[in-house]
Structures are given as C-alpha cells and as structure tokens.
C-alpha cells in the first residue's frame, strides 16, 4: 500500500466534495450513475475486505525463537501498525471515496437546480418574445 496514493486519494474526495458544496461541480443523472456505481462497488467491498486484513494485525505464532517473535511482530507492525501500514491507509482511501460519493449527490443537486433555472429562465424569454 502506498500512503501517498491513499493520501491522494483522501485528498481528491475532499477536494471534489468542497468543489460540489461550492456549487463548482455539477453532474447530469448519468455521469452521476457511473460514478454512483463506482463508488458503491468500492465500498460496499471495503468492509468484507477490512475484516479479512484485520486478521494479518494479529501477529502469527511462528515459533519460540525472538527471530520468530520479531518477524511475526514486524508482520503484524505492516498491517496495523503506523500510519504507513495497510489499514491506515485503507481507511484513508476509504474516506476519500465516501467524500466522492457524498460529491457526486451534492454534482447532482448542482445540475438539476441549474437545469432547473435555465428552464425557468427560457420559459420567461419565450413568453417575453411571445407577447411583442
């Protein structure tokens, strides 16, 4: 796992949900789906795969032997062990794409009200140009 992947990952989810909540991110109902869709398949195996590495943080009985104890620690140190390890940073990436999700809901409200005003706005130019 690379912390600066997952960080990047974090980040961009950030950033994307600030863009949206600033109204500078808009998405119509199928860009939304893919997305939607992309990050839904993503999370929804997120926790299926968390329980299975949560297992690796546990450091395995290999033996008596210091060497032994050492090793199985170092193991279980890459797992869970520092904010470099495996679990850090998948709950890192984790949080970005929740970001990117919640983004794309707020993308999609953007468009729909901008939609929305674009048509009452023609709509009056139409009945303007109607009664010359």
């Known amino acids: 796992m690379d912390s600066k992947a997952a960080q990047q990952v974090s980040t961009g989810g950030s950033n994307l949900k600030s863009l949206a909540e600033n109204g500078q991110f808009a998405v119509n109902e199928a860009g939304f789906q893919a997305y939607i ?6 999370i929804d195996g997120y926790d299926k795969m968390l329980r299975e590495v949560e297992i690796l943080a546990d450091a395995a009985r290999m033996g008596g032997s210091r060497y032994a104890e050492k090793v199985a620690q170092f193991n279980a140190t890459t797992i869970n062990g520092d904010p470099e390890a495996l679990i850090p940073n998948l709950l890192l990436m984790k949080q970005g794409v929740e970001d990117a999700r919640e983004a794309m809901v707020i993308a999609r409200k953007n468009y729909r009200e901008t939609e929305n005003a674009h048509t009452v ?12």
């Open 37 to 42: 869709k992309a990050c839904d398949f993503f």
């Open 121 to 132: 706005a023609f709509t009056e130019l139409n009945k303007n140009l109607q009664d010359q």
